[in-house]
């Protein structure tokens, strides 16, 4: 089996998810000793400024300080530095495969919940990061 020094772990900010992803992404951490790094997305909200409605800004802010307390909290109570707990603001399966291209990852521990229709394999940020990654990609499969 290939080692691993640096593993990306995508976390949703919700424990019962978190907590079956964190279990796998521990193991494979202290099995080749790596660093771990915490990734979590806050998906954009479209701004209706065209009508005359400009609250998409107002919710994204509030979202980015809501996740960013959450992860302080998170990494914590998993000892994981602030220096290795990110949060941006963007689409779930872009914002990890770029964090794993800027800090080389060699794994990826993302969660996959089972989904109905073309994506009910891996869901479809588990399905964009397994077929954009550059490096190993672990999917923990999340009981809905």
Known sequence: MKGYSKILVAVELISKTDNEI???????????????????????????????????????????????????????????????????????KYVILEEAEKMNADLIVVGSHSKHGLRTILGSTADGVLHGAKCDVLAVRLKS
């Open 22 to 92: 964190l279990k796998h992404a521990e193991i494979m951490a202290k099995e080749f000793k790596a660093d771990v790094t915490l990734v979590h997305a806050v998906e954009n909200i479209g701004s209706y400024s065209a009508y005359g409605i400009g609250v998409g800004f107002e919710i994204e802010k509030i979202l980015m300080e809501n996740a960013d307390k959450e992860m302080k909290e998170l990494g914590e109570k998993l000892n994981i530095p602030e220096g290795k707990q990110v949060v941006i603001i963007g689409p779930a």
